[in-house]
C-alpha cells in the first residue's frame, strides 16, 4: 500500500483495483486487472466498444459486483453491501453519458438533494453550497429551471455540480459528452480541465483525444476486458505499442 509509483512520490495510491475479474454469463468482460489511481491522478481510458470500459468505471463505486479481485478506496477495501459500501460509493462521483437529472426537479435541487439525504447536511447550508457550484460550473443562473429547459451541456454541467457536492475523493466521467450537440462539448471539457487542474482525482472514459492528450497523466487503453497498454498521453499518441492501439488510433485520429 505504501509502494509509490515511478516519479511520483505522493502518498498510497488512492483506488486500487488488484486481479479483478467479471463476467457477464460467458463474458469475460474484466480479465485479471490490476490498475493503482493516485491521489490527483486523472487517468483517461480509451478503447473500442465492447472492450469493457464501463463496466470498469462502475466496478470503481460497486454499481457492478465482481467475481474475483479487490478495489480498495482511499486504503479501504470495498465491501459488497451493506453501510459501509454506502458510505464508500458516496465517495465516488459518477458522470454518465446520459446526464439522468431529476426531472421534476429544479436544477439547485438536484444538487441540494444528496447532500440534505445522504450527507445529512442542513438545507441552508446545502443550497449554498449547491449555488457556489452551479457557479463553478457556470449554470449559477439556471438554478431556478427545470432540466428540461436547459441545453445538453448545461445539464452535463449541473450532473457534474451534483457530484462534486457528495464531496467526492474520486470523480469518474464515463462518455461525458458523448450525448452532446458538438458545440456543447467543450465547456463540459472545460469544466472536467479545470477539476483536474485543481487536484480532482479522475477518471475519465472518451473519445475526446484532444482532451486525453491536455489533461491525462496517463492513458489506459483497454480492448477485450484487458489494460492492453498504458502510458503517459504523449507517448501512447505518438508511439503506440500495441497492434490493437495502432489499429484503434489509426481509426480514430
Ligand atoms: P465499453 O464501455 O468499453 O463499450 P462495456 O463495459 O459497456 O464496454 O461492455 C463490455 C461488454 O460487456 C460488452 O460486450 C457488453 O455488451 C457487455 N455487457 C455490458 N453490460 C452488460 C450486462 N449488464 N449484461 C450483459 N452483458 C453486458
Ligand atoms: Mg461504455
Redesign the pocket.
Known amino acids: 500500500m505504501t509502494e509509490t509509483t515511478v516519479s511520483d512520490s505522493k502518498a498510497a495510491p488512492l483506488v486500487v483495483l488488484s486481479g479483478v475479474n467479471k463476467h457477464?454469463?460467458a463474458?469475460h468482460?474484466l480479465q485479471d486487472i490490476d490498475l493503482e489511481i493516485a491521489q490527483g491522478e486523472v487517468v483517461v481510458l480509451i478503447?473500442?466498444?465492447?472492450?469493457?470500459?464501463?463496466?470498469?468505471c462502475r466496478t470503481i463505486n460497486r454499481l457492478e459486483t465482481v467475481d474475483s479481485g479487490t478495489i480498495t478506496l482511499d486504503g479501504r477495501p470495498l465491501p459488497a453491501e451493506g453501510k459501509e459500501l454506502a458510505r464508500l460509493r458516496a465517495e465516488v462521483g459518477m458522470v454518465f453519458q446520459s446526464f439522468n437529472l431529476f426531472a421534476h426537479k429544479t436544477v439547485l435541487e438536484n444538487v441540494v438533494l444528496g447532500q440534505v439525504k445522504v450527507r445529512k447536511i442542513p438545507r441552508a447550508e446545502a443550497e449554498q453550497t449547491a449555488r457556489e457550484l452551479l457557479e463553478r460550473v457556470g449554470v449559477a443562473a439556471q438554478a431556478d429551471k427545470f432540466p428540461s429547459q436547459l441545453s445538453g451541456g448545461q445539464q452535463q454541467r449541473v450532473a457534474i455540480a451534483r457530484a462534486l457536492a457528495m464531496n467526492p475523493k474520486v470523480m469518474l466521467f464515463?462518455e461525458p459528452t458523448s450525448a452532446l450537440d458538438p458545440e456543447m462539448i467543450n465547456e463540459v471539457l472545460e469544466v472536467m480541465r479545470s477539476l483536474a487542474a485543481e487536484g480532482m482525482t479522475m477518471v475519465v472514459?472518451t473519445h475526446e483525444m484532444g482532451f486525453a492528450r491536455s489533461a491525462a497523466n496517463r492513458v489506459l487503453f483497454?480492448a477485450d476486458?484487458r489494460i492492453v497498454e498504458e502510458n503517459t498521453p504523449e507517448a501512447f499518441f505518438t508511439a503506440p505499442r500495441s497492434d490493437r492501439a495502432k489499429d484503434f488510433l489509426s481509426k480514430i485520429l
Do not use: A, H, Q, Y
Open positions: 457477464f454469463g463474458l468482460v478503447g473500442p466498444s465492447g472492450s469493457g470500459k464501463s463496466t470498469l464515463d472514459v483497454m476486458g
